[in-house]
Nanobody, 121 residues
């Protein structure tokens, strides 16, 4: 069965960095685009970033552009999100999601359980 398991969340200071990972199993990881999304307390789900199945192109929400970097290692079936220059407004539960297609179509069929990121001094 498909599994997406996020890790790497935690507490960071403003201006700090964290690296999230999403370990995928149960499907051909290299055949599908992947995305990160987040949900802040009391707010709706926000798409953060997406990446093509082969990693050839990436997309970012304006709120994280220039600070976050999405990447993937298809040999390790793992998706990453490098988060730099963190802000308190980045505090959220971060999810990885499997796209329906090899390119980011923003339609997802599987989600991980999420990893909490808290940015506070």
């Amino acid at each position: 069965q498909v599994q997406l398991v996020e890790s790497g969340g935690g507490l960071a200071q403003p201006g700090g960095s964290l690296r999230l990972s999403c370990a995928a199993s149960g499907f051909t990881f290299s055949s599908y685009a992947m995305s990160w999304a987040r949900q802040a307390p009391g707010k709706g789900l926000e798409w953060v970033s997406g990446i093509y199945s082969d990693g050839s192109d990436t997309y970012y929400a304006d709120s994280v552009k220039g600070r976050f970097t999405i990447s993937r290692d298809n040999a390790k079936n793992t998706l990453y999100l490098q988060m730099n220059s963190l802000k308190p407004e980045d505090t959220a539960l971060y999810y990885c999601a499997k796209d329906l297609r090899w390119y980011p179509s923003y339609e997802y069929d599987y989600w991980g359980q999420g990893t909490q990121v808290t940015v506070s001094s």
